[in-house]
């Protein structure tokens, strides 16, 4: 028996078995319902629905494979922005 650490659980003492090594075990918990229920929500990416055939035809026409920059600064900018228009593409987030 699983429940809360704050659902008391009483289980009475139990006969013993008659004839086999199995016993009947009862028990009373209160199952009234809590009126305050916490929902959650998530902001998740649905990778395994990723296309990888069209992010790759996508990355390889981006400008960060067509006309990289020389400068290590921008270079980084356009790999960070390209990465992050693709997957938002590809690959949306969902609540």
Same mark, same amino acid.
């Given at each position: 028996?699983?429940?809360?650490?704050?659902l008391?659980?009483?289980?009475?003492?139990?006969?013993?078995?008659? &004839?086999? !090594?199995?016993?009947?075990? *009862? +028990? /009373?918990?209160?199952?009234?319902?809590?009126?305050?229920?916490?929902?959650?929500?998530?902001?998740?990416?649905?990778?395994? &629905?990723? !296309?990888?055939?069209?992010? *790759? +035809? /996508?990355?390889?026409?981006?400008?960060?494979?067509?006309?990289?920059?020389?400068d290590?600064?921008?270079?980084?900018?356009?790999?960070?922005?390209?990465?992050?228009?693709?997957? /938002?593409?590809?690959?949306?987030?969902?609540?």
């Amino acid at each position: 028996m699983i429940t809360r650490n704050d659902l008391p659980v009483t289980v009475p003492p139990t006969d013993p078995p008659l &004839l086999s !090594d199995h016993a009947f075990v *009862t +028990a /009373d918990f209160d199952c009234t319902a809590y009126e305050t229920v916490s929902t959650e929500w998530q902001t998740v990416r649905s990778w395994r &629905l990723l !296309d990888i055939n069209a992010l *790759t +035809a /996508d990355l390889c026409n981006s400008p960060l494979v067509q006309s990289p920059s020389d400068d290590v600064n921008k270079l980084l900018k356009c790999y960070d922005m390209t990465l992050r228009s693709l997957v /938002d593409k590809h690959v949306p987030l969902r609540t």
